[in-house]
């Protein structure tokens, strides 16, 4: 099982970022896939769930209306849209894959946000 995080890195206040998680080794359309993040000296905390493709979405009160979480199915890969960033936005974001009681958890990628 690998998930693969990639699409961080250093972006201004107001810019956007779009993550993506690559999938395998498991039978993507049959998990929720969420991203997580985590900031220094803070627990990780979830940004957004996404149950099944076209199925219900989720997100954390920070983020609603500036992140989006979508996924394509065909390629094994969900995407996390993040707009409007703002400084407390900065942290390591993780996806997971949850079919209970599996869940996986990918390596993370760096997203900072500063002038």
């Known amino acids: 099982v690998q998930l693969v995080e990639s699409g961080g890195g250093l972006v201004q206040p107001g810019g956007s970022l779009r993550l993506s998680c690559a999938a395998s080794?498991?039978?993507?359309?049959?998990?929720?896939m969420s991203w997580y993040r985590q900031a220094p000296g803070k627990e990780r905390e979830l940004v957004a769930v996404n149950i099944r493709a076209g199925g219900s979405t989720n997100y954390a009160d920070s983020v609603k209306g500036r992140f989006t979480i979508s996924r394509d199915n065909a390629k094994n890969t969900v995407f996390l849209q993040m707009n409007s960033l703002k400084s407390e936005d900065t942290a390591v974001y993780y996806c997971?894959?949850?079919?209970?009681?599996?869940?996986?958890w990918g390596q993370g990628t760096q997203v900072t946000v500063s002038s």
């Open positions: 997971s894959a949850v079919a209970p009681p599996r869940r996986y």
């Open positions: 080794g498991f039978t993507f359309s049959s998990y929720a």
